[in-house]
């Protein structure tokens, strides 16, 4: 578990991965995806599921909703759902589904 008994830990809100050029977002409108994640607590575990998924190819956008225990993920085209369950579980959480 990545939080203290106190809760301490660093917070963030969304990870934002990746640009894409105004004529490439005209061109291929993202897919976004809602995702299910098991073992989120707190603002460190949402920064670690953030940056693990923003690392993925095609990745053009992460949110990471602790307390829905949901990411939602948007990509330029379709993901490959094992690899973002691989990036998932070695941050360490459980992706178990789209949301």
Partial sequence: ??????????????????????TAAIEEA?????????????????????????????V????VDVAAGRVTVSAGAALDEEALRAAVDDAGYELTGRA
């Fill in 1 to 22: 578990m990545c939080c203290s008994t106190e809760g301490t830990c660093s917070t963030a809100t969304a990870t934002t991965a990746g640009s894409a050029t105004a």
């Fill in 60 to 63: 053009t956008a992460v949110r």
């Fill in 30 to 58: 993202p897919a976004t995806t809602v995702y299910a994640v098991a073992g989120m607590t707190c603002g460190h575990c949402e920064q670690a599921v953030g940056k693990a998924v923003s690392a993925l190819p095609g």
